[in-house]
């Protein structure tokens, strides 16, 4: 049985550790909170800070930085970024290779597709079908 940690250095020269997570394998740092029933998968990674809710899916290669908060039952697709300080809504659909910036929103229930930006600090609501609606 392998260990359930590993040690990266960040940009700063600073060691952080991360552990898998039980569901999925995915790199939780220290610090971060990471409802059990969350699915990260492996080659995911959460920095410290962060705050991910029950039934959120996490995919392969999903970047979330620092003190970022994904709300219930959200799902973050494969190679997905989501920046620090942003704040993911409760069912919200984040595509695949998309990034959402710093300290941007996006609101309950939205559907972001693949490949989109959601610039730094804007606040972002769709309807069902992914698109945009007034603020």
Same mark, same amino acid.
Not at 117 to 125: F, H, K, M, S, T
């Given at each position: 049985m392998?260990?359930?940690?590993?040690?990266?250095?960040?940009?700063?020269?600073?060691?952080?550790?991360?552990?898998?997570?039980?569901?999925g394998r995915g790199l939780v740092a220290h610090g971060a909170k990471v409802h059990p029933s969350a699915l990260v998968e492996n080659g995911a990674y959460v920095e410290p800070g962060v705050q991910i809710a029950a039934g959120v899916r996490v995919g392969r290669g999903a970047w979330i930085e620092s003190d970022a908060v994904i709300g219930p039952e959200a799902r973050i697709e494969p190679h997905a970024h989501i920046c620090s300080g942003a704040v993911i809504g409760a069912g919200?659909? $984040?595509?695949?290779?998309?990034? &959402?910036? @710093?300290?941007a929103r996006v609101a309950v229930g939205?559907?972001?597709?693949?490949?989109?930006? $959601?610039?730094?600090?804007?606040? &972002?609501? @769709?309807?069902?079908?992914?698109?945009?609606?007034?603020?």
């Open positions: 392998g260990k359930n940690y590993i040690d990266i250095e960040n940009d700063h020269g600073e060691t952080l550790r991360y552990r898998k997570h039980v569901n919200a659909h $984040i595509g695949v290779r998309t990034q &959402v910036g @710093t300290n939205s559907l972001i597709g693949d490949d989109e930006v $959601i610039n730094d600090g804007e606040a &972002v609501a @769709t309807d069902r079908r992914g698109l945009r609606l007034a603020a």
